[in-house]
């Protein structure tokens, strides 16, 4: 497909990168608020539990904000899946045909050889079977 009409898979793909990309802003955002907090708590400044107070506020509603957005993109993921799925399940068949068809050439090219190379192979899972 062109880049300007990606396919189901492409904003599978695209949609979980974002997902993932939110949930790392998360995780920054989460550990900046604890070094601010922690930072604040640390200093000998009055008021200092209030300011670490406000960035721990301040942090939650950043992390908060970043997985509603992770959430999001992880929804339109999933809105895109059974398409995807499709799509993928088309391709598959579509090179499941091409190997039947590359065999069946193969066979009316060389018969002999193909009915000794399916010989040998069923003797060899026969084999395998009576050894169990």
Request: hydrophobic share 40%.
């Amino acid at each position: 497909m062109s880049p300007t009409n990606p396919t189901a898979s492409d904003s599978v793909k695209r949609n979980l990168g974002e997902a993932g990309t939110h949930l790392g802003q998360a995780a920054r955002d989460a550990g900046d608020a604890i070094k601010g907090a922690a930072g604040a708590a640390g200093s000998a400044v009055k008021g200092a539990g209030d300011q670490a107070g406000d960035h721990l506020r301040l942090g939650r509603a950043n992390v908060k904000a970043d997985l509603a957005d992770s959430a999001l993109a992880g929804l339109a993921a999933a809105e895109n899946l059974p398409e995807a799925t499709r799509e993928q399940l088309d391709a598959l068949m579509e090179k499941g045909q091409d190997l039947v068809e590359s065999a069946s050439d193969l066979i009316r090219e060389r018969p002999l050889a193909s009915f000794g190379v399916a010989f040998a192979a069923g003797w060899i899972l026969s084999r395998l079977g009576r050894d169990r």
